[in-house]
């Protein structure tokens, strides 16, 4: 169960070890009001100056109490919509809201109560999966790439990439004898969603139409892929906020749209220059997908989860409770190579009913 983004709660289902078995079951997404989003927003905003995980400044404890809540009743609902008994999930993967992540102190918080969780629904929870990596000097994300190697089991090519775009981005680079890198790329829908929404009102730019009208500027573009964390070396992640404060005020809003679709296209294609060797295929998942014209500046050679056979919606929420049954195994969940943990290691915390 995934709530990472501002837009919603993604709740899936899958039957799975932990390892090769990946049976994928039905998903849905349950949508956050303006209300609920704004109040996301204000926690993210609070959180900002944070240097404990356990501190909960201004409205983080009441956004905690209202995210743990939210995710009961989404599970419920889901239940309920699906005809499953709540009875028969053995273990929920729960991981919550991100308000800061900043690896680099040692710090990632993510907004949610496992235990309370655990209680208002009755079944074992798996939460705070980032935190024993960060804490042993690793990235904390991203994790969903070992969940793509399992799902990239049944695909005949390698390597082969899978690029992640929600409001960060996202690669996941798996060789040919199943070997990981990954890390993010750099800025994913947050940029453009966040543009739109300062510019238009929209919570975003639909299908990239308002993009697709602008022409981009190229002299903000080489600044904007000037920020040194494209030279660093992989693996490395991002914050949602790493690139706020851009200075674009001069362009217009489809101008302004154009340039930021193409940071994020050339930021991901940059990515190429890391990997040990270039893909055979590369699969888009995430929200972005959905963005024709950002679908349009990365092709050639980019296809949607959907063309591969899998469900770019759910994929995260998917991945979540395979990591769960990984961490009740005590199987590895992140590796040197996808968010520089020393070595391969296990993670979360296990929260009875």
């Given at each position: 169960?995934?709530?990472?983004?501002?837009?919603?709660?993604?709740?899936?289902?899958?039957?799975?070890?932990?390892?090769?078995?990946?049976?994928?079951?039905?998903?849905?997404?349950?949508?956050?009001?303006?209300?609920?989003?704004?109040?996301?927003?204000?926690?993210?905003?609070?959180?900002?100056?944070?240097?404990?995980?356990?501190?909960?400044?201004?409205?983080?404890?009441?956004?905690?109490?209202?995210?743990?809540?939210?995710?009961?009743?989404?599970?419920?609902?889901?239940?309920?919509?699906?005809?499953?008994?709540?009875?028969?999930?053995?273990?929920?993967?729960?991981?919550?809201?991100?308000?800061?992540?900043?690896?680099?102190?040692?710090?990632?918080?993510q907004l949610g109560d496992g235990r309370e969780l655990a209680k208002a629904l009755g079944?074992?929870?798996?939460?705070?999966?980032?935190?024993?990596?960060?804490?042993?000097?690793?990235?904390?994300?991203?994790?969903?790439?070992?969940?793509?190697?399992?799902?990239?089991?049944?695909?005949?090519?390698?390597?082969?990439?899978?690029?992640?775009?929600?409001?960060?981005?996202?690669?996941?680079?798996?060789?040919?004898?199943?070997?990981?890198?990954?890390?993010?790329?750099?800025?994913?829908?947050?940029?453009?969603?966040?543009?739109?929404?300062?510019?238009?009102?929209?919570?975003?730019?639909?299908?990239?139409?308002?993009?697709?009208?602008?022409?981009?500027?190229?002299?903000?573009?080489?600044?904007?892929?000037?920020?040194?964390?494209?030279?660093?070396?992989?693996?490395?992640?991002?914050?949602?906020?790493?690139?706020?404060?851009?200075?674009?005020?001069?362009?217009?809003?489809?101008?302004?749209?154009?340039?930021?679709?193409?940071?994020?296209?050339?930021?991901?294609?940059?990515?190429?220059?890391?990997?040990?060797?270039?893909?055979?295929?590369?699969?888009?998942?995430?929200?972005?997908?959905?963005?024709?014209?950002?679908?349009?500046?990365?092709?050639?050679?980019?296809?949607?989860?959907?063309?591969?056979?899998?469900?770019?919606?759910?994929?995260?929420?998917?991945?979540?409770?395979?990591?769960?049954?990984?961490?009740?195994?005590?199987?590895?969940?992140?590796f040197p190579g996808t968010t520089r943990a020393p070595e391969p290691m296990s993670g979360?915390?296990?929260?009875?009913?």
């Amino acid at each position: 169960m995934s709530g990472t983004s501002l837009d919603g709660i993604d709740v899936a289902l899958i039957r799975t070890d932990g390892e090769a078995l990946v049976e994928r079951g039905p998903s849905h997404t349950y949508g956050y009001d303006a209300a609920f989003q704004a109040m996301l927003k204000q926690a993210i905003a609070d959180a900002a100056d944070m240097t404990g995980r356990a501190a909960r400044p201004g409205s983080l404890a009441y956004a905690e109490r209202w995210i743990t809540e939210r995710h009961a009743t989404a599970v419920r609902a889901y239940c309920r919509d699906k005809s499953i008994s709540i009875s028969d999930i053995d273990v929920i993967g729960f991981h919550g809201q991100t308000v800061v992540h900043r690896p680099e102190i040692k710090l990632t918080v993510q907004l949610g109560d496992g235990r309370e969780l655990a209680k208002a629904l009755g079944r074992p929870v798996i939460h705070d999966l980032r935190a024993a990596d960060v804490a042993a000097g690793g990235q904390g994300a991203p994790l969903v790439p070992v969940y793509h190697r399992a799902l990239a089991a049944g695909l005949p090519e390698r390597p082969i990439a899978f690029v992640n775009i929600g409001g960060v981005a996202n690669v996941t680079w798996i060789g040919r004898d199943g070997e990981l890198l990954a890390f993010d790329t750099g800025p994913g829908n947050a940029l453009i969603n966040d543009w739109c929404k300062a510019r238009t009102g929209a919570d975003y730019d639909e299908g990239g139409t308002l993009a697709a009208q602008g022409k981009v500027d190229h002299a903000a573009l080489a600044q904007l892929m000037g920020h040194p964390y494209f030279e660093e070396p992989p693996p490395k992640s991002l914050d949602r906020n790493s690139f706020a404060g851009l200075q674009l005020d001069h362009l217009s809003d489809a101008d302004g749209a154009a340039t930021l679709l193409r940071f994020t296209a050339d930021s991901i294609r940059h990515a190429v220059e890391w990997l040990p060797e270039g893909p055979q295929r590369w699969i888009v998942c995430g929200g972005g997908r959905k963005n024709l014209a950002l679908m349009a500046a990365l092709e050639p050679g980019f296809e949607t989860s959907e063309h591969a056979g899998f469900d770019g919606d759910s994929m995260e929420a998917e991945a979540w409770g395979y990591l769960a049954v990984r961490s009740l195994k005590g199987l590895p969940i992140t590796f040197p190579g996808t968010t520089r943990a020393p070595e391969p290691m296990s993670g979360g915390v296990l929260a009875e009913p």
